[in-house]
């Protein structure tokens, strides 16, 4: 058994969660979507939730690449926080497994999603407080809590993310409108 | 019947409705509870939904006046929208069936449900957008896009909802919270 097999398992578990729903998908589905026996799958995993946790961690680990990417390749810290903005807003609907484990009323009665969901938005908090430190350093933001200015700013973004869960803006106008609260908290709106 | 009768029924529903839910409560509770016959129930109301509903009207109807009492004694746009802010935050957990209509994912799936909660969220940026277009006025605040930031502002609310109805965060401390994101929206973070 290798680590390439696994990997495999995970990436067609992710593709079959997204599309039948974490109830609905059996251990079943996943070996025959990996083109393994059932024995391997259970091999590497427990049961189901270890492999959707598995595939929850396997996105976030992706986005989070792709985050970094980005924010390194940004100079100031008003950048940073915009290219994270932009891709975490944009990956949100169509990181289907890290999105639902988030945010699906459902899923929140699982123990083990709570714990992915607590880990994650701490993550998240960390993350931007570390763009909003940086920038406190360079003298382009003000000596604010950068703990408390992350948390503000991650709870606009999930704010945002209702209106995409129930349908009634695209991730466009979604995007377009956590940029401009973004604008907002840069610069303030007094006079 | 009076109109006294009808409100004598309002005030009856709402507290138990507040203490057994929407789910639990029979017409048969609240009859009980208003101290009338099931008849009178049925003269002004066709069914639970349409007492629910009336219900929740009242309890808006009240927070709508406490806020703009609060509105109407603050002379600066800023300090209006931090009454509106205080007091809508505050009473968000006390006023249990109005709190329960704009959040409970059981209720999500009632027609008129999603009626009340979209004219509600309506409601409230227009109330925000209003103290907003009064600051503009007054030049307190830039010209921005009053509606917009009325819709961010409430977005950030209800965003600082999540961690009260799972409490996790005491009402003080969302309070709090959603102040300072308040002064960030006032002044900005960039220097």
Same mark, same amino acid.
């Given at each position: 058994?290798?680590?390439?097999?696994?990997?495999?398992?995970?990436?067609a578990?992710?593709?079959?969660?997204?599309?039948f729903?974490?109830k609905k998908?059996?251990?079943?589905?996943i070996?025959?979507?990996?083109?393994?026996?059932k024995s391997s799958?259970?091999y590497?995993?427990?049961?189901?939730e270890?492999v959707?946790?598995a595939?929850?961690?396997?996105e976030?680990?992706?986005l989070v690449a792709?985050i970094n990417k980005?924010?390194?390749?940004?100079?100031s810290?008003v950048?940073k926080?915009?290219?994270y903005?932009?891709?975490?807003?944009k990956?949100?609907?169509?990181?289907?497994?890290?999105a639902?484990?988030?945010?699906?009323?459902?899923?929140? @009665?699982?123990?083990f999603?709570e !714990?992915?969901? =607590? #880990?994650?938005r *701490?993550?998240?908090?960390e993350? $931007?407080?570390g763009?909003?430190?940086?920038?406190i350093?360079?003298k382009?933001f003000?000596?604010?809590?950068?703990n408390?200015?992350g948390?503000?700013?991650l709870?606009?973004?999930i704010?945002?993310?209702?209106?995409l869960?129930?349908k009634?803006? @695209?991730?466009e106008?979604?995007? !377009?409108?956590i =940029? #401009?609260?973004? *604008?907002?908290?840069f610069?303030? $709106?007094?006079t």
């Amino acid at each position: 058994m290798s680590a390439n097999s696994k990997q495999q398992i995970i990436e067609a578990a992710g593709i079959v969660f997204e599309r039948f729903g974490f109830k609905k998908t059996t251990m079943d589905d996943i070996a025959y979507a990996a083109g393994k026996g059932k024995s391997s799958l259970y091999y590497y995993f427990k049961n189901k939730e270890e492999v959707f946790e598995a595939v929850v961690a396997h996105e976030a680990k992706q986005l989070v690449a792709e985050i970094n990417k980005a924010i390194n390749a940004s100079h100031s810290a008003v950048d940073k926080l915009r290219s994270y903005v932009n891709i975490r807003m944009k990956r949100f609907v169509q990181r289907g497994n890290l999105a639902t484990a988030l945010n699906d009323n459902f899923l929140a @009665t699982f123990a083990f999603i709570e !714990k992915i969901r =607590n #880990n994650y938005r *701490d993550f998240e908090v960390e993350m $931007i407080a570390g763009i909003i430190s940086h920038g406190i350093d360079n003298k382009e933001f003000k000596p604010i809590d950068a703990n408390f200015a992350g948390e503000a700013i991650l709870t606009c973004m999930i704010g945002f993310e209702v209106p995409l869960l129930t349908k009634t803006h @695209t991730t466009e106008e979604s995007v !377009k409108k956590i =940029n #401009n609260v973004i *604008d907002m908290f840069f610069y303030g $709106i007094c006079t």
